[in-house]
């Protein structure tokens, strides 16, 4: 016992020495890497999208959580891969943070009011029109106020999203679309994915219609204005962008509807009615027939090998 | 080797009579399905199958072996034309098959009801009743003719079947036309139509055409004779008791 204790204490020490060694040897290498890489990194982001101000060295950890601002969490953390892959990707951050001070706390996340407004902004600065024809739309008019108190009125960002902005004619933008506008107007998404289109944008048919292809995006506006692209007179039109050959007939064609509901057109509610009760029928005396032929057939041994007929 | 051919006609039955059975393996076989008939039914399950496996995962595009198997057929669009083709060949039986039934029944004047049709008569019902004693032991099983009532319903469910998605599935495909000939809210009608009779089709299908066919007492685990298009005479004799006896009266088949 004592010899094994003293050799593999002698052991312990020899250990203990090259391990301090190998340890300073380990910590000096991890200083060396994380110096290097923090200046390539440095070098990196100076020539990419967080760009000279180096945003991304704070708000690229995911550690750094939220903060409060008038009320609601506003996350800190930005995903630096997720955001140079997006659309955005190449831009600064400033270019968006407009107003940006060196302050800590930053004084434009201080306040939601002066945050909102100048994400507003920031969008307006590139993308004038679409911001313009958003100011005229039924969510521009929620968003001043001037419809139902402006509480709930997305903005771009609602539905563009933010740091992870993406190109609107992508399959996954045009997949994503329905949840997002599915966010206050559920019941019609649902509707809508119980549609020819709704299922072939859900499997990736690219050329399948999504909610915007009828309703439109930024100019969008109620059904019964008569600007709409869904209004009585333009209807067709909009049916037209993809079925050239269709008329008026075609625009009867109901997206929004639940065929079991009594909301539903008669003759949808009742074709719809009638199958399911004919599938309730046929299949009871489909299966009561085939369960008591199977019931019989066990009871006389015939489909275990004691033969017979009958 | 004699067809029994629908409906049999007098001509037929005497042409029948010199040879009405083939002899295979040491058994006597009656030949119940002309190849017309063999050839039919292949094309309607092959396309059928067709249809079940890409229809489907456009109905259930939400769930998750919908996307896996849009993705085994490489897409929406590849999947909807495989089942556009299958669909095409489909109603093409469909509309030979009827044309079939003109030529028997305008031309040669076959008739209607009788032992030899596929129409329901009043035996059926009885028979249906005969058959729910007979599976509590409260009497004998009935003496089928020809044809049984499960297997009249099977071929009128095809063919209510056929008539009800052929037609909605056109529609479907050609939306524009439809809404030119009738109106748009027939697209919403239609896509009911042709899902809901998607379900009755393939239900039925799995579950009580594959059982009465196969399944069923004393032909488990599978019987060929929609495929060979024959049938032993020890199995007429046993499972359509009135249709042996009218062969052996009519000089189609040797007694057992």
């Known amino acids: 016992m004592k010899t094994v204790a003293g050799a593999a204490g002698g052991f312990a020490k020899e250990f203990t020495c090259l391990r301090r060694g190998a340890g300073f040897g380990i910590l000096a290498f991890i200083l060396l890497v994380l110096l290097t890489g923090?200046?390539?990194?440095?070098?990196?982001?100076?020539?990419?999208?967080?760009?000279?101000?180096?945003?991304?060295?704070?708000?690229?950890?995911?550690?750094?959580?939220?903060?409060?601002?008038?009320?609601?969490?506003?996350?800190?953390?930005?995903?630096?891969?997720?955001?140079?892959?997006?659309?955005?990707?190449?831009?600064?951050?400033?270019s968006c943070h407009i107003g940006f001070t060196h302050d800590n706390p930053h004084q434009m996340v201080t306040n939601a009011e002066f945050f909102a407004e100048t994400a507003r902004e920031a969008c307006r600065n590139c993308h004038a029109d679409q911001f313009e024809m958003y100011q005229q739309s039924y969510h521009g008019e929620l968003s001043r106020g001037g419809v139902a108190g402006?509480?709930?009125?997305?903005?771009?960002?609602?539905?563009?999203?933010?740091?992870?902005?993406?190109?609107?004619?992508?399959?996954?933008?045009?997949?994503?679309?329905?949840?997002?506008?599915?966010?206050?107007?559920?019941?019609?998404?649902?509707?809508?994915?119980?549609?020819?289109?709704?299922?072939?944008?859900?499997?990736?048919?690219?050329?399948?219609?999504?909610?915007?292809d009828c309703h439109g995006s930024h100019f969008i506006l109620p059904t019964t204005n008569p600007m709409s692209t869904l209004s009585e007179a333009n209807h067709l039109d909009t049916c037209q962008t993809c079925h050239p050959d269709a008329d008026e007939g075609f625009t009867s064609f109901l997206v929004h509807i639940q065929p079991t509901s009594t909301d539903a057109p008669l003759i949808v509610f009742a074709v719809a009615i009638f199958y399911i009760s004919m599938i309730v029928v046929v299949f009871a005396f489909g299966g009561i027939h085939t369960l008591l032929y199977i019931y019989r057939g066990l009871k006389n041994g015939l489909y275990f090998g004691k033969g017979g007929h009958h | 080797m004699a067809e029994a051919t629908y409906p049999a006609t007098g001509e037929e039955r005497l042409e029948g009579a010199a040879v009405a059975e083939t002899n295979v393996e040491g058994r006597d076989y009656y030949v119940r399905f002309s190849p017309y008939h063999r050839l039919s039914h292949f094309v309607m399950m092959t396309t059928f199958i067709g249809c079940a496996l890409t229809g489907p995962p456009l109905k259930y595009s939400y769930d998750f072996w919908a996307q896996a198997m849009m993705g085994f057929w490489g897409g929406v669009e590849n999947a909807g034309l495989i089942h556009r083709v299958m669909a095409g060949?489909?109603?093409?039986?469909?509309?030979?098959?009827?044309?079939?039934?003109?030529?028997?029944?305008?031309?040669?004047?076959?008739?209607?009801?009788?032992?030899?049709?596929?129409?329901?008569?009043?035996?059926?019902?009885?028979?249906a009743l005969g058959m729910v004693k007979w599976f509590f032991d409260r009497g004998p099983r009935p003496r089928f003719e020809r044809f049984t009532f499960w297997e009249k319903f099977d071929y009128w469910a095809v063919f209510w079947g056929i008539a009800m998605i052929g037609t909605s599935g056109f529609a479907l495909w050609f939306p524009t036309v439809t809404s030119t000939l009738v109106s748009g809210i027939f697209l919403n009608v239609a896509r009911i139509i042709h899902g809901d009779e998607a379900i009755l089709a393939i239900g039925w299908i799995l579950f009580v055409h594959l059982y009465n066919s196969h399944l069923r007492m004393n032909v488990f685990p599978m019987d060929p004779v929609i495929f060979t298009g024959r049938m032993p005479v020890e199995h007429v004799k046993h499972d359509k008791a009135a249709w042996y006896d009218r062969l052996v009266r009519e000089g189609k088949i040797k007694p057992e």
Not at chain 1, 182 to 192: I, K
Request: hydrophobic share 35%; net charge negative.
């Open chain 1, 38 to 94: 923090e200046v390539a990194w440095a070098q990196e982001s100076a020539q990419s999208a967080e760009g000279d101000n180096g945003c991304l060295v704070c708000h690229g950890q995911e550690y750094l959580g939220s903060v409060e601002v008038d009320g609601a969490a506003q996350d800190l953390f930005v995903g630096p891969e997720a955001y140079e892959e997006s659309a955005h990707g190449l831009l600064p951050c400033a």
């Open chain 2, 89 to 127: 060949f489909m109603v093409a039986d469909f509309v030979i098959h009827v044309l079939y039934l003109g030529y028997h029944i305008g031309l040669k004047k076959a008739k209607i009801f009788g032992p030899d049709s596929i129409f329901f008569w009043k035996k059926d019902l009885t028979d």
């Open chain 1, 150 to 212: 402006g509480v709930l009125a997305p903005g771009c960002t609602d539905c563009h999203g933010m740091h992870q902005v993406q190109r609107v004619d992508t399959l996954e933008y045009r997949q994503d679309i329905q949840q997002i506008c599915g966010q206050c107007h559920g019941g019609r998404t649902d509707t809508f994915l119980d549609t020819y289109h709704g299922k072939a944008i859900t499997l990736g048919r690219e050329a399948s219609a999504t909610c915007v």
